[in-house]
C-alpha cells in the first residue's frame, strides 16, 4: 500500500474526489495519509478531519522563500513516509530541493491543457480568465508529474471541454472540475499507485 500525501491550499474539492474515489475503491494500492496545507484556514483541512486524515499546516507565509519552504515540507514528507505527494489545488511552486527528491513521485492537477494558459501566474480562476480572454473554444485540464519548471513536467492525462459563449471564470472552472479534474486526479493516483505508468524518455505512458 503507497502512502499518498495531499498538499493542499485552499477549497479541496479535487482532495474530496480522491477522499471519495479512496472510500469507493476507485483507488486501488494506496492510502490517503496526511493532508499538508500552504494556509491555516483551507477548506480542504476539514474535509480531512471529518475523514479522520492526519494534517498539517505549513504556512507559506512563514517563510521567506520557496526553498526554506520547501525544505520544510520536505522533512514531513519523510517522516510521513511518503511514497505518492499530490498536489491538488496547492497554490505554491516547490523548489528542486524538493522536486529532485521525489522526481516522478509528485503529481499536479492543473486546470487547462498544458502547454497552454500553465506556469508562473497561472494558477486558478486566473487560468480561465485567460483562457476566456484569449477566445479559445476548447478547454481543460492536466494532470502530470512535477519537476522543478512549473507546468513543466510529463503529461500523464489530460482531458477536454467546450467553452460555451456566455462562460464565466467560475462557470468553465466548475465545468472542468467536475468533467476532469475530479475523475483524471483519483484515475492518475490509482494508475501511480498500482505501478501502471511508466518513463520513457522523460514522457509518461499508461502501461497497458
Ligand atoms: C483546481 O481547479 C485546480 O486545478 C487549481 O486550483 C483549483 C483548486 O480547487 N490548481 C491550480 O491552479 C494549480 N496551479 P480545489 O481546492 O477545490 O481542489
Redesign the pocket.
Known amino acids: 500500500m503507497k502512502n499518498i500525501v495531499v498538499l493542499?491550499?485552499?477549497?479541496?474539492?479535487?482532495?474530496?474526489?480522491l477522499i471519495d474515489a479512496e472510500k469507493s475503491g476507485i483507488i486501488k494500492g494506496g492510502k490517503i495519509t496526511c493532508v499538508i496545507s500552504s494556509k491555516p484556514d483551507?477548506?480542504?483541512l476539514e474535509r480531512a478531519k471529518n475523514n479522520n486524515i492526519a494534517t498539517r499546516v505549513i504556512p507559506r507565509k512563514e517563510y521567506s522563500d520557496s526553498k526554506s519552504y520547501s525544505m520544510a515540507i520536505l522533512d514531513v514528507l519523510r517522516e510521513e513516509k511518503a511514497d505518492l505527494i499530490v498536489?491538488?489545488?496547492?497554490?505554491t511552486i516547490l523548489d528542486e530541493c524538493l522536486t529532485k527528491e521525489y522526481a516522478y513521485k509528485i503529481i499536479?492537477?492543473?486546470?487547462a491543457l498544458i502547454p497552454s494558459f500553465?506556469g508562473e501566474g497561472?494558477?486558478?480562476l486566473?487560468?480561465h480568465e485567460k483562457a476566456l480572454e484569449y477566445g479559445v473554444k476548447v478547454s481543460g485540464?492536466t494532470i502530470h508529474f512535477v519537476n522543478e519548471k512549473a507546468?513543466a513536467g510529463a503529461i500523464i492525462l489530460q482531458g477536454v471541454v467546450d467553452i460555451e459563449k456566455d462562460d464565466t471564470p467560475e462557470i468553465l472552472?466548475r465545468r472542468?472540475?467536475e468533467n476532469v479534474?475530479w475523475k483524471l486526479l483519483p484515475k492518475a493516483v490509482s494508475l501511480f499507485c498500482q505501478d501502471k505508468i511508466e518513463i520513457i524518455d522523460g514522457k509518461a505512458y499508461v502501461k497497458k
Not at 8 to 17: E, F, I, K, P, Y
Not at 87 to 91: D, P, Q, S, T
Not at 108 to 111: G, R
Open positions: 493542499v491550499s485552499g477549497g479541496g474539492t479535487n482532495l474530496q474526489a483551507a477548506y480542504a498536489l491538488a489545488g496547492f497554490m499536479n492537477v492543473h486546470p500553465c497561472y494558477y486558478g486566473k487560468v485540464a507546468d472552472q472542468i472540475m479534474e
